[in-house]
């Protein structure tokens, strides 16, 4: 029999020679002592530290195994405080984990540690209709919690391929994706908050990531940190109606080529498929061979197709569809007419992976993305490294999101196909990022990555990443090893090669030696007309973006854009509508760019999350100087932190935003605003309540007491009319008739008097912001206002905006929606809206600011 | 643990397991405990690594091996194909071969597999369980004796056999030891609608059980002994077809070869032999079978699927469509009829606990249909149901019966009905 093995003994299959990863050895002694201390904090605790029962917590789905130290299977939240205490205490790591079905070695205790199984932990603990949205414990099955959904005509969009095993947690963790994010965004985009522990034992509650957010955006970054800021017990999450109708096609091609060219000819067209799913050659021909779907087996690629939204829509978007397919020469189209078939039209997809994992031993399964024009070239790319390398590669694509996942069959047990499989890997990552890619889309980088991250982002952002790790974990203590490397790593080449030197731009230049020579606080400003409710500080220097006017890039087949954030509003708003394109936060007005992105100025026309929901890049000069770029040209991407979420609502504390990619949309053709009024705002209020809730809900609205209670609905659509029909058929229910109006006409009208009513507290008064859930507007934004008061509501996100003209007195308590409150001559007071964040907040602007360059909020908003 | 580097040829399936976790959802252990531990990857990765002669202790692999049930849905989950079945024995007789006794199971289930061989004593000992339904006996005892079904079916009269075909294929009916002492009647049902149907159907008195439940408590030696008897008695016989009604007798005569895979001469005998068996229910869905008429009575019927029928025969359709040819009665699918019902050969006697979950677990989904017949084919779960029928009796009102018992009644029903049109009366369906 072979020695027993070291319990800490990393043993994975993959040397990595350059990582330096450490962590002192445990004798036996003070391994029993970890054991005694934690059955001592908690008696019921299931704790499991024999190396057989281990074992079964040394792997995920990426095929390495790492033995833990223990594995503590929660029950309930109230556990995990004390266990965080006690691997503090002893230096332990702890590793979260959902279902372990990790891509990229997520879960795998690479340094030994301590595993918080979550899977037992899978209660839904909240479902609000009215404001859809819900509370679940992390270890719910994605499966599962649809399945609960489904019963209320609901779902969860993020549903990746793994949905019926994967959890609530673990795709919150991953920022996961799936088939439908092409339409329905990742899971970043359906998280609201929740609760989480932080290493120190403290439970905390997670910001809001809705457009009344006071401070930083902390979710948004912890979402899609792999487990290595925090142990999350709770996720809240945006709901979704089901849509009415939907089609599912699936059209045959000779080339990738061709079918790629189709999914750019189907957006041309205005038209945001559901889904646009790509197999190529190989692939088909996998899935025949093990699972005959019924797929074209001479075919060069597969697109399936699935569009959904309301009838009307749907059955148009259908028929120009299938006359794009037909011009672009589709080898066959198929349609499905029953739920059936909509089954076998899917069943080719559903077995792709299990059809390649026939195939040997195991399947290394990547995941880059590119912009989307660009996928076939990358295609033929990772075809040409698996001929180079000797590998049959299957690749199947999210193509509408130029997301792609060749699939390497290799055996495990031959060291040498192992390191030629790691040889060709790399070749991959190295193509995709020459492409302006991600090196990874959506199965994040785990431990997988951790050394090519620096292929995608240079010292500077990988260094930042790093310093984010330690102000929410100074001692490196959650998931070491995972998502980003430890401060100061550089790969070999990197230590040999002078740094890359970055073009001079006058303009930056500039800017970078005011902030460096500045004697005192620099203040950013774009348009200059938010300055009185930026944090600001007396005899401050001002630094003015308006210099940066240029439109740096506008790809519509990629429906990107990209702009610096001088840009004004209006300017970008005619470049846009030229090519028939929206970004739905982007108001009519003369503000920039950088100011609305930086203010996370909340628009009446977008029902999301607000402008993180479109930001996909940034770039930023932070407080001594240097130039930061985060994010990609990409749909998706989730290598290392999500530092764009941070740039948004940052308001001038941790940088000069200077760039933004955004991601764009297609305009829908038809428009209209329905302007309704003559009622009391609580009969108004409900009834957009109602309309929030429509299966095809409204691009916007927002009510407004001003000249009276009046609410404006904004439909978009490819028919306008049915929509139009079903919103009278809601009104009509309450007594109330609409006006209707083109949106040409009326929407600059409804954004310069929203732009007039955040300026009237220049002149005097006090005006207010905050929110709800939506669901709690009725509650909140309904009171006895008097006569003067002016009130919008916004109801897809629960904003409030009050003014009153006379400020509010200094005893009076303030609503407990208020976050952040101005009044002529005074600076803008600010609510934190958790006081446990601030020494979070406190350390991630000192990572951007060391020197204090930029002014922060000032407290006392806590009236 | 003795040196497990004899077991190495296992690593060849292990390394096919990619950890992708589609197994957890089709696990019953995993469904009951969500512990990782418990699932079949788990159980997998244990395995591997005590072949691989890295643990250093055994008791977590002998409770993960032990509390399987055997019912390998994992394998019909499992997108890469991987043969659990043959990790899960290695693991079983390194354990054993090792000094473990975690497998030879209760007092219970020893005397069961003492007694599945001995027809005789089996059937004896069946009835006078039977009986033990209608004494009140102490709880434990009578936990286990509402698992018995109220009559062995041995002392029913025969009714009118159909004529046997003069041409038809011939089939050798395999009775199976527990269907055999327990469910006799079914076993006669199935040999009458296979008749009806066109088969010659002929039995060999010597046939003996089929090994599967000594084989799952790590006695191979005694699954092998057994194995070879009935290889032996059917070879031969020239029958075209060897046909049983239990789900998970019919699986283990289909992989007799399994056992064989040190001893090339026993192999090809045992995959002649296994190439020749079918669940009765696969030979009345074949097109060679002359289609029969079945009538209900307006029972609201659901399904407990055998999980070896299902999961290693994965002829788990065929029992559906003959619930869907009965008209007159409504038949439930549900999602979950395939899933394992907790009874795994001798796991509801070794243990009782998580056989009695998972059980509870499926009578809630069963109570909200609302059956008044729960079909089983396979007499574990038969058994096991009818202890769920009586745990829940507030909530289930339902009979349960095997598919033979169930679509014999029915055929019974229309051919009678088939009469009565005939002669012009109106005749009620016999309940
Ligand atoms: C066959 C297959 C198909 C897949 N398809 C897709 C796909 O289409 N799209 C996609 O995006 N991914 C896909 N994946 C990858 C994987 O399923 C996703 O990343 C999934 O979200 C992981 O969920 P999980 O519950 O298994 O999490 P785990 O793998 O257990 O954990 C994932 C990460 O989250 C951390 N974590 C888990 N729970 C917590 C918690 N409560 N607190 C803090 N940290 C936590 C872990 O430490 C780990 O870093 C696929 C995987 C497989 C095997
Ligand atoms: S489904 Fe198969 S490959 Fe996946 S974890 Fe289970 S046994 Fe392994
Ligand atoms: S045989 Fe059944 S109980 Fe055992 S691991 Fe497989 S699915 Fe689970």
Known sequence: MAPPREMTELWGMLSRPNLNLRRKQWSDSERAAFHRALRAEDSRLTVWVDPDRLMAYTYDATGERHRPDAAILLQDASQIGPVLAVARRFGCPVIGRGAGTSLSGGTTPVLGGIVLAFAQMRRVLAIDEVSRQAVVEPGLVNADFQAILAEKGLFFAPDPSSHRISTVGGNTNENSGGPHCIKYGVTTNHVLGGHCYLIDGRGRTLPTTRDWRAGLDLTGIIVGSEGTLAIVDQIEVVLTRRPPAVETLLAAFDTVESAIATVSAIIARQIVPSTLELLDRKSIQT???????????????????????????????????????????????????????????????????????????????????????????????????????????????????????????????????????????????????????????EHGIGIDKLEQLALMYGPQERDRMAEIRQAFDPEGLLNPGKAVLPLGYRRPEETDLPPAVEPADPRLEAMREMLQGAKATVAVRGSNSQAGRSPSRAG?????????????????????????????????????SEQHLAIPTLPHNGRTIGGLVASNARYWGDRGLGWRDHVLAVTWLDGSGKRLRFGRKTMKNVAGYDVVKLAVGSWGTLGVLTEFTF??????????????????????????????????????????????????????????HAQQHALETVLTASDLRAEWFSAAEKVPLVDAAHHEFEQAWNTGGEWLEGGVPPGDLLNDAVRDWSAADRVWVFPFSGAIEWYRPEPV???????GWVVRSYRTGQGPRVRRQSSSWVDVEDRIRTIFDPWGRFPTWEAGGDR | MKDPSRWRWVLQETDHCNKCGFCLPACPTYRLTRQELHSPRGRIAMVEAAVRGELTTTAGLEEALSYCVGCRACELACPSGVR????????????????????????????????????????????????ARRVPLADLVSDYAVMLPESTGRSQPSRTMPRPSPTGPRVAFFSGCVMDAMFAEANRMAQQLLTAAGYRVFQLPSETCCGAIHLHSAQPAEAQRL???????????????????????????????????????????????????????????????????????????????????????????????????????????????????????LYNINHREWARGILDDKMDKVAALEPTKIIVNNPGCHMQMLWGVERHKERVHAKVEHLATYLWQCHQNYLRADEASASGSDVEAEP
């Open chain 1, 287 to 441: 899935v025949e061979r093990f699972v005959h779907a019924g797929y074209p087996a001479d075919a060069g690629a597969v697109l399936l197709i699935e569009i959904d939204g309301p009838e009307a829509d749907v059955s148009a978007e259908r028929a120009t569809i299938e006359a794009i397919l037909g011009e672009q020469g589709a080898l066959s189209v198929q349609r499905a007419q029953t739920p059936e078939e909509v089954e076998a039209l899917w069943k080719g997809r559903r077995s792709a992976y299990g059809a390649a994992a026939q195939i040997a031993g195991h399947l290394w399964i990547q995941d880059v993305t590119v912009p989307r024009p660009l996928l076939p070239e990358m295609m033929k790319t990772v075809s040409a490294i698996g001929e180079r390398y000797g590998f049959d590669i299957m690749t199947i694509a999210h193509a509408g999101d130029g997301n792609l996942h060749p699939q390497l069959p290799y055996n495990p047990s031959d060291p040498e196909e192992v390191s030629r499989m790691r040889e060709a890997d790399e070749a991959i990552l190295r193509a995709c990022v020459a492409l302006g890619g991600s090196i990874t889309g």
């Open chain 2, 227 to 345: 194995a070879k008897a009935n290889i032996a008695a059917f070879e031969s016989e020239a029958a075209d077809w060897i046909v049983n009604t239990a789900g998970g007798c019919g699986a283990m005569l289909q992989e007799y070869p399994e056992l064989f895979a040190q001893d090339p001469a026993w192999k090809e005998r045992a995959e002649r032999f296994s190439a020749r068996v079918r669940d009765f229910s696969s030979l009345l869905v074949a097109e060679e079978a002359r289609p029969l008429g079945y009538l209900g009575d307006g029972s609201r019927v659901v399904l407990q699927n055998s999980c070896h029928l299902v999961n290693v025969q994965r002829v788990g359709d065929h029992p559906v469509q003959l619930l869907r040819q009965v008209t007159g009665n409504t038949f439930v699918p549900y999602a979950d009829q395939n899933f394992c019902c907790g009874a795994g050969g």
């Open chain 2, 84 to 131: 659990y079945e043959r990790i899960l024995e290695t693991g079983r007789s390194l354990l054993v071969e090792g000094g473990s006794t975690a497998f030879r199971g209760s007092l219970a289930a020893r005397t069961a597999l003492y007694l599945a061989p001995r027809k005789h004593t089996f059937r004896s000992f069946a009835r006078w369980g039977s009986l």
């Open chain 1, 663 to 720: 991601r764009v949309r297609p305009q829908p053709k038809e428009s209209a605003i329905a302007e309704v009024s003559g009622a009391e705002l609580s009969t108004l209020l409900a009834v957009a309540l109602t309309i929030r809730n429509l299966p095809t809900p409204p691009r916007g609205m927002v009510l407004s007491t001003d000249t009276g209670p009046r609410l404006w609905i904004w439909l978009e659509a490819t028919d306008v």
């Open chain 1, 540 to 576: 401050q220097e001002e630094l003015c973006t308006r210099s940066l006017d240029r439109l740096v890039d506008v790809d519509v087949p990629n429906l990107t854009i990209t702009v610096e954030s001088g840009v004004r509003a209006d300017a970008l708003q005619r470049t846009l």
């Open chain 1, 809 to 815: 007195p200094s005893g009076e308590r303030l609503p």
